[in-house]
């Protein structure tokens, strides 16, 4: 049974950084493909950054130049750094498993396997 836990969300103001991560168990697939996600209150989810066992990445236009995706195998754990924050990046923010490769392209549905959230909170 793969878990996902998130952890690093908080309070900011504009401007402010934050470093998300999240730790997997249960993984065996040795082709991985994680993600990062999120939804704002009556809005739908959407894809942020994601990368796979490959080291290939993606990012929403929303991120580009601002978070940074990243993972470290040894530790089993995905990061997304998060840079020049927006208060419409306020947001319950998840981390994903999916299938590789096609979670790339940041659609919910490639996804299998979800986190619990972590708050993202940015004031202008």
């Known amino acids: 049974q793969v878990q996902l836990v998130e952890s690093g969300g908080g309070s900011v103001q504009t401007g402010g950084s934050l470093r998300l991560s999240c730790v997997a168990s249960g993984y065996t697939n040795s082709r991985t493909c994680m993600g990062w996600f999120r939804q704002a209150p009556g809005k739908e989810r959407e894809g942020v950054a994601a990368?796979?066992?490959?080291?290939?990445?993606s990012a929403a236009d929303s991120a580009k130049g601002r978070f940074t995706i990243s993972q470290d195998n040894a530790k089993n754990t995905l990061y997304l750094q998060m840079n020049s924050l927006k208060p419409e990046d306020t947001a319950m923010y998840y981390c994903?498993?999916?299938?590789?490769?096609?979670?790339?392209?940041?659609?919910?549905?490639?996804?299998?396997?979800w986190g619990q959230g972590t708050q993202v909170t940015v004031s202008s």
């Open positions: 990368i796979d066992s490959d080291g290939a990445t």
């Open positions: 994903a498993a999916g299938v590789f490769p096609v979670c790339l392209a940041l659609v919910v549905d490639e996804y299998n396997y």
